[in-house]
């Protein structure tokens, strides 16, 4: 999209960036056209979705504390919402994975609704 004021733009960055789960960036660009320095917003989005189950990294596996590598999605907002699929008989154990958890340890989603 393209806005008149920067400051329109920065608006609904900030909004996208408070709301959901994404990672931000931005990069110079040069318009061939009329030669003018602009400047692109890219906002990344989690691929991840309500109900998917999905497969956790290592890493991401010892951060949780004890919970196993396949887990259930149950919501996504600002931070992914995740139930242990398979050790629930033990206690009910849910986490919730932030931005850097999220893009220092991408997972995809192994199987969806």
Known sequence: MSYLANSH???LINFILDTVMCKHSVSKNVVAAN???RYSNYIDLVPIN???LVLLPKQLVKETGGMGPLALVYKVSKYIHIVDAFNSWKAIRTYEIDN???FNNPFQAV???
């Open 9 to 11: 733009a920065h608006k």
């Open 100 to 102: 850097r958890q999220y």
């Open 111 to 113: 199987a969806t609704q």
């Open 50 to 52: 309500p109900y998917d």
């Open 35 to 37: 030669t003018k320095m």
